[in-house]
């Protein structure tokens, strides 16, 4: 790379940098500054600036630093890397192939009065919020939607985690020893919708018992059935054509029938018109993915539905007849009443509006029992190109008998959202990235036992999470079979997410030669995508998912699982949010 090139690198590498969250900026800094001063010292015991470094010191360096036991070490290379990275393997901006179906409502729709009063607030429009604000206003009742975030349009992969990302996609839970699993949720008009895999899966019956235990209701006896018959019907969910899916699962897939191990499938999805982008992560260009920004947001509109986009709730207020909310949007701060008020801002947004209004009898334990779903994924070097952003990303499934709590499900993602997190460092990294063309992967997530915690300071969302030992012991594993299969589908090499061990290679000896028991969860990369819980039925919310001790106030979302459905929960959550409008429907009207 020549002056000029660097030069530009480094120059759109600072300006993205002050577009961090501002406590990110500030690390930022301090990791540069330590970086270049004191860390050479630290792991290399040479009082040497890191830019003086010689390309064999420099590799050294970044491998030392990559892979150190310490959180902080760790951290700091991210943090330093992403930005690099990120203007280094720079993708094109996709063409914008179609128009938000709710673009022209949005623009055209008039400033609403003050003081307005409606029968049903919703606070949030993903999963939890938009069903049950299309079933409601389309039978008749006055329903407000509350939305911080805005229109997800076509971005880039770095484009889309800086804008419709929670924390820009930068937010972790930290757990015992160093151990860190990035947490992925989106902000935006249809919540994460917009920008998941399209997955849709209802939920199993042996882990819905665990519900029905904890809860008092009957879900593994089919209580969610028609519920669940109903959404499917609305959103078109359907098993694509193969031809739509990814090369990445077709190689799993090979690799797997030449271990002798059956039962690969092709996931059912919400993308009935679906074309092949690949670009579900990141907003669909053609918006084939029915989201609920797609499949229920302007159905609802017509029915008189109101939104309020990019909007922020500042205070919720309990009282004899309803609920007042104070809201901050385009038309300064407004106050709005509302008979009933539905909190549906996610796993992470309800719990923070539950505790800052101290809302209902239980708030203090709102934001515990945190699950996450923690995920990873093994890369794969093919001897030929591959093109894995080709098709479907996330086409193929498969569970292992043998692994209980591991859902295998493709993934494949873009260079520049991989190379900041890759498990590799220096040169090798290099070689990985500059190769990326030939690489295939596949991720699997577990279905954690252990639980987790958010709270907040200063309005820093502050996550505790740790791995279990058996979710780390079976992801470990997970991860061997992976490795296992695309070697067997002529893998030259794979990749494995682990820090501080060998994790490259070329055959199954070698491949075997790691002992899950003796990984700690620290040295697993991984991020959770699913975060549910934190506001669960039975702990903070009623059999109805009302508030306990509340009059006014419901739950609908993520965070009222009272534990895993075993599977991506996009289904579940739509579910109760159907019935949860019965529940209000019957109020209101009797």
């Not at 050294?60 to 959180?71: D, K, N």
């Not at 665990?210 to 609305?234: A, M, N, Y």
């Not at 059912?268 to 918006?287: E, H, I, S």
């Amino acid at each position: 790379m020549n002056g000029p090139q660097t030069e530009v690198i480094l120059a759109r590498a600072a300006a993205r940098i002050q577009r961090y969250p501002r406590p990110v900026v500030w690390l930022q800094w301090f990791a540069a500054v330590f970086a270049e001063y004191l860390l050479p010292l630290l792991l290399l015991r040479q009082w040497r600036r890191a830019s003086s470094l010689d390309d064999v010191s420099f590799d050294l360096l970044e491998q030392r630093t990559h892979g150190h036991p310490a959180l902080g070490l760790r951290g700091m290379f991210l943090l330093l890397r992403l930005p690099l990275w990120e203007q280094l393997y720079a993708e094109s901006r996709p063409a914008r192939r179609a128009q938000h179906p709710l673009a022209k409502a949005i623009l055209s729709r008039p400033i609403a009065p003050r003081n307005t009063h409606y029968d049903v607030a919703v606070i949030g429009s993903g999963a939890g919020g938009a069903p049950l604000a299309w079933e409601l206003s389309r039978q008749g009742y006055r329903v407000a939607v509350i939305e911080r975030g805005g229109l997800v349009k076509a971005q880039t992969a770095p484009g889309a985690l800086e804008r419709y990302y929670t924390q820009q996609a930068l937010l972790a839970g930290v757990g015992p020893h160093g151990a860190m699993v990035a947490v992925m949720q989106g902000e935006n008009l249809g919540g994460t919708t917009p920008i998941n895999s399209g997955t849709s899966l209802t939920p199993r019956v042996e882990f819905l018992r665990s519900w029905d235990w904890k809860t008092g209701l009957p879900f593994s006896q089919g209580l969610l059935e028609s519920s669940l018959e109903r959404v499917q019907q609305l959103l078109g969910v359907d098993v694509p054509d193969e031809g739509l899916l990814g090369p990445s699962g077709a190689l799993f897939a090979n690799g797997l029938a030449a271990l002798g191990c059956e039962g690969a499938y092709v996931l059912p999805r919400n993308t009935p018109t679906c074309v092949g982008l690949g670009r579900c992560p990141f907003g669909c260009p053609g918006y084939h993915k029915r989201s609920t920004d797609v499949a229920f947001l302007p159905a609802a509109v017509e029915a008189g539905c109101e939104l309020y986009v990019a909007t922020n709730v500042r205070r919720i207020r309990e009282v004899a007849d309803g609920v007042r909310l104070d809201i901050v949007g385009k038309n300064g701060l407004e106050q709005i009443h509302t008979n009933l008020c539905v909190l549906a801002a996610g796993a992470l947004g309800t719990p923070r509006l539950i505790r800052a209004n101290r809302l209902g009898a239980r708030w203090r334990r709102a934001g515990d029992n945190l699950k996450l779903h923690p995920a990873s994924k093994v890369l794969a070097m093919m001897p030929d190109p591959v093109h894995g952003e080709r098709g479907v990303a996330q086409g193929m499934g498969y569970i292992d008998p043998h692994l209980e709590r591991i859902v295998f499900e493709g993934i494949f993602t873009p260079r520049a959202t991989v190379a900041p997190v890759l498990s590799r460092a220096g040169r090798s990294a290099d070689f990985w990235l500059n190769n990326y063309d030939r690489v295939a992967s596949f991720g699997m997530m577990v279905l954690d036992r252990s639980s987790g915690s958010i709270r907040w300071c200063g309005g820093v969302p502050i996550i505790r999470y740790g791995l279990h030992p058996d979710d780390a012991n079976e992801l470990v594993r997970g991860m061997q079979l992976m490795g296992e299969a695309y070697l067997a589908a002529g893998a030259e090499r794979i990749l494995l997410p682990l820090l501080g061990v060998d994790n490259e290679f070329s055959d199954v000896a070698g491949l075997n030669k790691i002992r899950p028991e003796d990984i700690h969860p620290w040295q697993i990369l991984s991020s959770g995508f699913h975060p549910q819980g934190t506001a669960a039925m039975g702990r903070v919310t009623t059999q109805e998912q009302q508030l306990q001790g509340s009059e006014h106030i419901y739950v609908s979302d993520a965070s009222l699982l009272p534990d895993t459905p075993g599977v991506n929960p996009q289904l579940t959550i739509m579910a109760l949010s159907l019935r949860l409008a019965g529940i209000l429907d019957q109020r209101l009207s009797g």
